[in-house]
């Protein structure tokens, strides 16, 4: 297969993490001969340095033409003048809309070496192996909004056909792993969530009746995270109720170095990046776990590729690193660490 892979290294240790991401993405090509082409560009901070703009036309560009794009991380303090209209997340967020993403895949596993490294016990973590679809263009953060003398309003708002992708995207899944869909709202008190639990559970009776389908009110969901988060399967729900949902998951895993994301549509290029920020303070250093970067790439071989196979192997090659004892500073109980480079290394050659 040929793909064409845009990677904006973009802020902090960024740069770090997506390089070791690339050395597996061209170790998997060279094991399974594929050719993948990487084409760089400019985002967040570095754009704004280079070019004065968050988001280049070129960067745009880029990604439309790509088959996937990979992002390092965005933003820092050296951009945080409260007084600027510029500001490196602008770039990411100008991104997901030019491509037309509107769900957030976000895996939460905790593997079984790292267990101990969450701040819950072992044995409330192990075995947790969550994914979570957010819907990401609609809802509470893109509603009309406003201020006066008294006070300030967003709105809420929801569309059937926003419903319905997500949940469907969801769904999908759900069949492919343990055959589980929850879906998470508050239809106790908003309307919105009335309107999505309807659609939701008309779509899965229509489509999906196999499936093992409930429902959680987000206030209990996040009580349930933090008591027997293994139970769950693949976890549906709005967009500002997965934002914190999400959050509050990825402490499960002991480290938001091993945690990857991706945001993509119904067609064209998803965005995959890892969870965590910049982290400026480590940044040059060969400190930054790339593991989740690294997972995100497999993430990109499996939703915008389809090379499942491909996908798994690097899964696989993260776990054995792990099971070997291999551990980056953030995930280093007895302070024994291993380099950026070394651990991004170790990964290429765990995939033979």
């Known amino acids: 297969m040929k793909a064409q892979f845009v990677v904006l290294d973009g802020d902090g240790i960024g740069p770090e993490v997506t390089e070791q991401a690339v050395a597996v993405l061209m170790a998997v090509a060279g094991k399974h001969g594929h050719d993948f082409t990487f084409e760089h560009g400019l985002i967040g901070g570095a ?18 033409a790509a088959d996937a794009v990979l992002l390092g991380a965005v933003g820092g303090p050296r951009w945080d003048d409260p007084t600027s209209h510029i500001r490196p997340e602008q770039g990411l967020l100008g991104l997901r809309r030019e491509l037309g993403v509107f769900a957030n895949v976000r895996p939460i596993r905790v593997f079984p070496e790292l267990a101990a490294a969450s701040p819950l016990r072992p ?11 957010r819907e990401l263009t609609g809802g509470i953060y893109f509603g009309d909004s406003g201020t006066d003398d008294d006070g300030a309003f967003q709105v809420m708002r929801y569309s059937k056909v926003e419903v319905e992708r997500i949940v469907r995207m969801a769904a999908d899944a759900a069949q492919t792993r343990r055959g589980r869909l929850t879906m998470v709202d508050k239809a106790n008190v908003l309307e919105p969530s009335r309107l ?9 009776a229509e489509e999906y009746p ?56 119904s ?16 940044a040059g250093r060969g400190l ?26 690097v899964e696989a090659a993260v776990a054995s690193i792990l099971a070997a004892g291999l551990r980056t500073a953030d995930i280093a109980a007895d302070g024994a660490s291993v380099s950026t480079t070394v651990m991004g290394q170790a990964v290429v050659e765990a995939l033979d």
Request: aromatic share 6%.
């Open 47 to 64: 754009a704004i340095d280079a070019v004065g703009d968050p988001l280049p036309s070129e960067t745009i560009a880029a990604g439309h």
């Open 123 to 133: 044995e409330i973590v192990s075995g947790t192996d969550i994914l979570f679809y």
């Open 196 to 204: 999505w639990r309807r659609v939701a559970g008309d779509l899965i």
């Open 210 to 265: 196999n499936l093992a389908y409930d429902v959680v009110l987000v206030d209990a969901m996040a009580m349930y995270l933090l008591s027997h988060p293994a139970e769950f399967d693949v976890v549906v729900t709005s967009n500002l109720f997965g934002d914190i949902l999400t959050d509050e998951a990825s402490m499960l895993t002991g480290s938001l170095g091993m945690l990857p994301s991706a945001s993509i549509g």
């Open 267 to 282: 067609s064209g290029p998803g965005l995959y990046e890892p969870v965590h920020g910049s982290a400026p303070d480590i």
């Open 288 to 313: 930054a776990n790339p593991l989740a970067a690294i997972l995100a790439a497999a993430m990109a071989l499996r939703h915008s590729l389809g090379l499942e196979k491909e996908a798994i192997s």
